[in-house]
């Protein structure tokens, strides 16, 4: 059985989740406040953590960046639907996925679902990646599509294994610069869209309306979770 961790403050909504969760067949352990949340993560070591933004004592920021210090646990993070920066900095902090509040409890079990699969398929990567009809042969540096060879540049292969390794999973412009260069600068980062076009070009069917490779507005781009 999996176990979750849900970090929440609010009762009421901690409380529906719990529950929910329960009869999803999971295992819940819950934190109400940040300081809370750490001990808890280090003590129970649970599969993966819900966390709410805004908590008591340390607020789910610092709880991510205190995580990922040491833990690659997989964390999805609640924000409030207008919080689009708040997104983005989750993300780039190295939560894996977002759910906006108010959300249905159906949609969080399938994101927690989702990311749970993301997870232990990345734990069982080798040299190749596949993803839908993308295979990538990292030692060989190369990609196919349906078994056509595509030529991509180095910063078009990067970019590009970084989003297969885990379809799904959103990453922001500043987080695909970091793959390619290890580093990212603001200034950059809409260089990151001149890529992604390049990429489309080369391996959609249709660059036009892209299947593979695709925008989450206001945040960046995922491949697709086929
Ligand atoms: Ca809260």
Redesign the pocket.
């Known amino acids: 059985m999996k176990r979750v961790l849900v970090v ?3 009762v009421k ?1 901690a409380r529906l989740v719990r529950d929910y969760l329960r009869q999803a067949g999971f295992d819940v352990l819950e934190a109400a406040d940040g300081p809370g949340a750490l001990s808890m993560a280090r003590a129970e070591r649970p599969d993966m953590i819900v966390l ?4 008591p004592g340390l607020d789910g920021f610092d709880v991510t960046r205190q995580l990922r210090a040491t833990s690659s646990v997989p964390i999805i993070i ?1 924000t409030a639907r207008s919080e689009e920066s708040d997104r983005i900095v989750g993300l780039e902090l190295g939560a894996d996925d977002y759910i906006t509040k108010p959300f249905s409890p159906k949609e969080l079990v399938a994101r927690i679902r989702a990311v749970l699969r993301r997870a232990d398929a990345t734990l069982g990567g080798g040299e190749v990646v596949r993803a839908g009809p993308l295979t990538i042969d990292i030692p060989k540096m190369r990609a196919t599509v349906d078994g056509t060879e595509v030529e991509l540049t180095s910063t078009e292969f990067d970019i590009l294994l970084t989003m297969a390794r885990q379809p799904g999973r959103i990453y922001t412009r500043a987080q695909l610069l970091d793959a390619v260069h290890g580093v990212s600068f603001e200034s950059y980062e809409r260089s990151v869209d001149a890529h992604i076009k390049n990429i489309r070009r080369k391996i959609e069917p249709d660059p036009r309306h892209p299947a593979l490779v695709l925008t989450v507005y206001g945040v960046g781009y995922k491949f697709a979770d086929a």
């Open positions: 929440e403050d609010e909504i709410d933004l805004g908590l609640l």
